[in-house]
């Protein structure tokens, strides 16, 4: 006779529902440019490093702060740094235009923030002027509609002398008497008799005084006066030569 022993077996049907799913993106609205007002956003330069003596060949760090709103960020914003020289004739070109050293620019996020721009000081000319600007780009790669401006003044590597004014930006207020300098340098013939013509013309490139100076070499850094009787306000180009 034999025995069995039984063990309760459990039978359990698995059932699987099994079902596919696909991730959705809802698109991206449209950036609503016509609704900026583009004015919660500023940008500033320092003008620390741009107040020094500046020679021609140098490396200059111009110091860009800003805040972008997040309001005026759509998608992408990028900082831009332009710079210029003085306003001259062009071939082929009706009146004048400003000599274009380059542009640079980083991509930036909301918030505000700092960047250095690295610009080597161009090649000396007749006049050495120097405008920065400062401005968004957009995601159309469009400027937005208003800039920050900043401007400097360099020197040759060479050169007899340089003209200075001692006032900051050559400013003159209404009473103060307008003086301007000629500063000696690489001095090597002192005791030398020398003659300083120089002119000046207003903004209509109208000549509105001249004259002549003379003057004995003495010393690298010596100045040499020009006292300017004006008859007119204005803004003015000063010009000097020194023969030999």
């Known amino acids: ?143 937005w509609p208003w800039d920050t401006r900043a401007s400097a003044w360099f020197v040759r590597k060479g050169g007899f002398f340089e003209l200075d004014s001692g006032k900051l930006g050559n400013l003159f207020t209404y009473k103060e008497p307008v003086r301007m300098f000629a500063r000696l340098k690489d001095v090597k013939d002192t005791g030398q008799k020398k003659i300083l013509k120089y002119e000046v013309h207003d903004a209509t490139r109208t000549m509105v005084a001249k004259g002549a100076i003379e003057f004995t070499v003495e010393k690298d850094g010596q100045t040499v006066p020009v006292d300017l009787d004006l008859k007119q306000r204005g803004v003015f180009s000063f010009s000097a030569e020194v023969d030999g």
């Open 1 to 143: 006779m034999s025995s069995y022993v039984g063990y309760p077996i459990a039978i359990c049907l698995l059932v699987c529902a099994c079902s596919s799913s696909m991730l959705i993106h809802a698109a991206e609205p449209e950036p609503n440019y016509a609704e900026a007002k583009w004015n919660k956003s500023w940008i500033g330069m320092d003008y620390g490093t741009l107040t020094g003596h500046l020679v021609e060949g140098d490396m200059v760090d111009v110091n860009v702060e800003y805040y972008l709103d997040p309001a005026e960020h759509f998608g992408t914003t990028k900082l831009l740094f332009e710079a210029l020289g003085p306003r001259i004739p062009k071939p082929g070109i009706e009146g004048v235009q400003h000599i274009y050293y380059g542009n640079q620019r980083t991509e930036i996020i909301p918030g505000r923030g700092k960047h250095t721009f690295q610009f080597k000081i161009p090649e000396a000319s007749q006049r050495n002027r120097l405008l920065f600007l400062a401005r968004f780009i957009d995601g159309r790669d469009r400027t």
